[in-house]
């Protein structure tokens, strides 16, 4: 796999802005709500389609004001990255800047005073003072007690209901970035896998999927990529170690990255030995398991009907020997773990898939002394049924 044979169409950013705010401006009038007021990394590259530092110094750094009566929201950026935005989004037109000389908000721990008087000062020039205005749900408490101190008769109410229904379709110009983000993953989780053998270590392998990534043009990883070799307990598994490959081993590589703010992920495992019934068996159990879930997915099915026919049918391959926990995927976007969660029924809220939709389905299972057999995919729901987004070779 290479760029060049992803025909990726370019990313029309204004037309992606505008087309998040159209549905978070609904989101908005069906609660009553006059403003949103977003602060994360997620949210902001959602509603701005502009990329920021990402870590966790700026993780509240960023701030967006987007009213009722306007089509592009107000920016709040930290100061030093003004130029750029303009720049990049000329469509922007309103941009205070936020300071970091002599403001209590960019440090860590983060407090509350200089930021917060510029926001109010929007508001009132928008005379939203008295009105409902929603918050983003990771702004911090420290600021959100400012504004009901300094508004005292501002509405404030929470904004994760809107952000989560507006976010879990995702428009034509949202899928062109997925689309890259999967055609990098593959080519990250490809070169992982074809660095696996004897005697290399899990951090050797999770270096070379990151440097793929980078080298063709991810923001980012999804996370440190999850490199796990032999047998495993089923927590302390997060980090790649300095753990050796060893014969008999399963290695299974479970990563993706960012391109344009959104993410892909997807997960392969192979096994460093041959004649191996039992490995071979189990890895027969969880493709047919999730070859099940994408034939049912659909406009319409249920994510918890997803979870129930690759349970089932990983039960009946195995004998009953294998069987999922509540969890078997999950919804992709701007963030890692979005809706539709796809798990058990009466452990995930339910949702009818709609195309537009962006998941992954993830079946594992372990074989005890070998490792953890993991298969993932990546899914957008259309109007016939379900795209597969990531097309790396299952071979054991």
């Avoid at 537009?356 to 259309?382: A, H, N, Q, R, W």
Wanted: aromatic letters at 8%; glycine letters at 10%; proline letters at 5%.
């Amino acid at each position: 796999m290479n760029l060049a044979d992803a025909h990726i169409d370019s990313i029309d950013w204004k037309a992606l802005v505008e087309l998040n705010c159209q549905r978070l401006r609904e989101g908005m009038r069906e609660a009553g709500v006059e403003a949103l007021i977003t602060s994360t990394v997620d949210n902001w590259r959602y509603i701005t389609g502009i990329p920021i530092r990402q870590s966790m110094a700026y993780s509240t750094t960023n701030l967006t004001l987007l009213a009722q009566e306007r089509e592009f929201p107000i920016l709040l950026p930290l100061g030093d990255v003004m130029g750029n935005i303009r720049n990049m989004a000329p469509w922007f037109e309103d941009i205070r800047p936020l300071p970091f000389e002599g403001a209590r908000e960019p440090q860590q721990p983060l407090g509350a005073g200089v930021w917060m008087q510029i926001v109010v000062q929007a508001l009132k020039e928008l005379k939203l003072e008295s009105r409902k205005v929603a918050l983003d749900p990771a702004t911090p408490f420290c600021w959100k007690d400012e504004l009901a101190t300094k508004l005292p008769r501002l509405g404030i109410v929470d904004g994760g209901d809107i952000l989560r229904h507006a976010r879990v379709i995702k428009n034509k110009e949202e899928q062109k970035a997925i689309r890259m983000a999967c055609v990098i993953g593959e080519i990250g989780v490809q070169a992982g896998l074809d660095a696996v053998d004897a005697g290399r270590t899990e951090a050797e392998i999770a270096a070379i999927v990151e440097h793929e990534f980078r080298a063709h043009g991810a923001e980012g990883g999804l996370s440190t990529p999850f490199v796990m070799a032999g047998d495993y307990p089923r927590v302390g598994r997060l980090c790649p170690t300095q753990k050796v490959v060893r014969h008999g081993d399963l290695v299974r590589i479970d990563s993706g990255c960012s391109y344009g703010g959104y993410f892909s992920d997807l997960s392969r495992t192979v096994f460093v030995g041959s004649g191996d019934k039992e490995v071979s068996d189990a890895y027969t159990c969880v493709y047919e398991a999730l070859m099940a879930g994408a034939r049912l997915a659909k406009p319409g099915t249920r994510n918890t009907d997803l979870h129930e026919v690759i349970n089932d049918t990983l039960q009946r391959l195995s004998g009953k020997r294998y069987e999922l926990g509540w969890f078997v995927g999950h919804g992709l976007g701007v963030g890692i773990h979005e809706d539709p969660m796809i798990g058990r029924r009466g452990r995930v809220e339910e949702f009818a898939m709609q195309p537009g939709m962006y998941f992954c389905l993830e079946p594992c299972v372990v074989v005890p002394g070998k490792g953890m057999i993991g298969l993932e995919d990546d899914y957008l729901i259309t109007e016939d049924g379900a795209e597969v987004l990531t097309r790396t070779e299952f071979h054991l």
